[in-house]
């Protein structure tokens, strides 16, 4: 008979069970983590400098994010070509799937240096107040600079969590953060002896921090464990056919990412037309949200690493067990979080408002609760879409992610926000109930095409040649 400890202790003990799941899992959670605390700083320390540079800088940086991405995320499916290699004991190909994320990230810092010179009629044509079109300018044209350095820093990163060596990406994140907050403290404000820079400030400190962090990277992969055991160095070439299946996995997962931030763009710049502070609230709002939702992008990413691993071992099952282990880890974490927006909302924003005008904040502050509730709603479904999409992804199924964030973001968010905001004046409450209405979907369609189980069938890498003999008899001579 199986007790309750004994079930207990078999589920997180046991392959693909908590245990195994938090081991992987926390330091890219630390990693995510990290990432969120740079962003929520960053937007403190200009709430703090300007009402003009904190509603700049949302709009500027998400509509720079929302181009990067499609690179990012075409780049970090290295993670799963390599889980998957790993799994499958071929080493050899773990070196030079990274390389042809390297390149992407090439292509992609060519494409968004492209843009740096349209950056003053991009947010003319979005038409925000003069002081935070130029607010948005320039923070725009310096973040563009960084692109290179974040796509292929998240292509070592995917790398190595792909091998399962996710405690080396945590401090590396913890390291560029750390950098990142000190430059944003010189470099907004002007301390010691520094010129004050605003908002300007903080996309150098950030493009420094990511230059850094990919420097640090790139002496990780140039260690002779690595370069021997997977081929980091000896690897680097152009690999056509590999490079073509990444991009034939990857692109469609780079596209999601690209068509799910994008509406999300689409949706502060309407928010924006509403008046400064329903955009301020807005990013605010979004912003304590990332504090929540980026850790478990961590454990998204742990979800893909070892469905990837499992599949290539040919274990399906375990990938399964691997999965609702996550999503039970992940509910638990995201209704916690989701009851303190609604009953301690202010735990959250006294950061925001420690050095902000309280006549200035008083209305953002009435607004910010409001959306907080918003937020609480939908952050329970987003455990289900983060873990089944990063789970279905992991095998390989990115064009049905692809297709679905599409066909939702423009009928369930984009049309129906313009609609709301722009022709009915519905106002910021309106846009905010398809914003929720969008993720709720989305996490449920997830649901459902895992539990129609066809990934458990997928690969994204080639099966491993049989050797067959020089010869081999045609029929046995009993002899």
Known sequence: ???????????????????????????????????????????????????????????????NFTITCIFIGTATYVGTFVAQYYGAKQYERCGPSLWQGIYIALIGGVILAILIPLAGLIFRTIGHAPEIQECERVYFKILCLGATPIIASSAISAFFSGLGRTRLVMWVSISVTALNLILDWLLIFGNWGLPEMGIAGAGIATVSALCFGMFVYFMLISRSSYARKYATIKGWRFDRQLFTRLIMFGFPSGLHFFIDIAGFTVFILL???????????????????????????????????????????????????STYSAFHLTFIYMTTIALLYVVWPDLFMRAFAAHSDLTQFAPIRELTVVLLRFVALYSIFDAMNIIFASAIKGAGDTRFVMFMIIALSISLLIVPSYAAIVYLSMGIYGGWVFVTTYITVLGIVFFFRFLGGKWKSMRVIEERAVAVPPTFPESPTGE
């Open 1 to 63: 008979m199986i007790t309750p400890l004994l079930r207990i202790k078999t589920r997180w003990y046991g392959d693909g069970g908590y245990g195994e799941i938090l081991r992987i899992a926390l330091p890219l959670i630390v990693s995510t983590a990290t990432w969120s605390v740079q962003h929520f700083v960053d937007r403190m320390f200009l709430t703090w400098y300007s009402t003009e540079a904190i509603a700049a800088a949302m709009p500027a940086g998400i509509l």
């Open 271 to 321: 928010i924006g037309r509403l008046g400064t502070s329903s955009l301020a609230a807005t990013n605010i709002a979004l912003n304590i949200n990332t504090l929540a939702f980026m850790p478990m992008i961590g454990m998204g990413i742990a979800i893909s690493v070892l469905v990837g691993q499992r599949l290539g071992e040919n274990r399906p099952e375990l990938a399964e067990r």
